[in-house]
């Protein structure tokens, strides 16, 4: 298929890492926003010059968001698929819970989504592109101490289904639910008996590579239907 024009957010490490990776792999031309500086240099520098292009940006800041939407629209055209993959997990009992954490995990997965959709909705419309949603099956159930947590990805499901139902005849949606994925997800959790209780669970679970990989087979399904939800577990055999 054509080289498409592909902006992941959290493109440094984990499923935006590993994505980016494989999609360049794949001939895409990938645009990375991501904080850490040093490691988009580094998924950069792993591939040919000028398939990964990048702009440390905190998706959180809704204007640097903006500003690096803009670059990459006027440097190559256009957007063809957005992955708003940027999200973090905190972990905590709610009676224990602190407020700042809550509003971290909002920030990041519900607005920063919002940050990126909203920037790169108008290429992607032109260009009658594709956005990959990063969900969870937190997005379908409800767990012990990461209530808050689920009811972001329930938000960033709520928003797929708007997108799906609302530019029927301009967009593929695709929301893609992980269970758990062996990144350093878990290392944001400041509670360390949760953390650690949860960490053999995290280890056990799917390489993000694997996440990468369905990415990629529904972005490359172009013209023969949609993926619209995809539910991949870790193989508890």
């Given amino acids: 298929m054509k080289s498409l024009r592909i902006l992941i957010t959290g493109a440094s490490s984990g499923i935006g890492a590993a994505t980016a990776h494989l999609l360049a ?6 645009y990375a926003l991501a904080r850490n500086e040093s490691a988009l240099q580094e998924l950069a520098s792993a591939h040919p010059e000028g398939r990964i292009e990048w702009a440390q940006v905190d998706v959180t800041d809704d204007s640097a968001v903006r500003t690096a939407v803009a670059a990459m629209v ?27 954490d809550w509003k971290t995990m909002v920030d990041v997965n519900i607005t920063g989504v919002l940050a990126t959709l909203h920037a790169a909705l108008p290429s992607l419309v032109a260009n009658k592109g594709h956005v990959i949603q990063i969900g969870s099956i937190a997005a379908r159930n409800v767990f012990p101490n990461s209530g808050v947590y689920c009811a972001t990805k329930h938000a960033v499901l709520a928003l797929s289904e708007s997108l ?10 695709t929301t893609i639910n992980p269970g758990a994925v062996n990144t350093a997800f878990i290392d944001q959790t400041n509670n360390d008996t949760l953390r650690e209780s949860y960490r053999p669970q995290f280890e056990a679970g799917m390489e993000a590579a694997f996440i990468a990989e369905a990415i990629a087979q ?4 172009q013209g023969r239907g949609v993926f619209s939800e995809i539910t991949v577990r870790p193989d508890r055999r």
């Avoid at 799906?164 to 949606?173: C, G, P, S, W």
């Fill in 218 to 221: 529904a972005i490359e399904a």
């Fill in 164 to 173: 799906r139902m609302e530019f029927r005849e301009d967009l593929a949606v």
């Fill in 74 to 100: 006027d440097s190559w055209g256009g957007i063809d698929v957005c992955i708003p993959n940027a999200g973090l997990g905190i972990f905590s009992p709610l009676p224990e819970a602190r407020f700042e």
């Fill in 25 to 30: 792999e794949r001939g895409h031309r990938i």
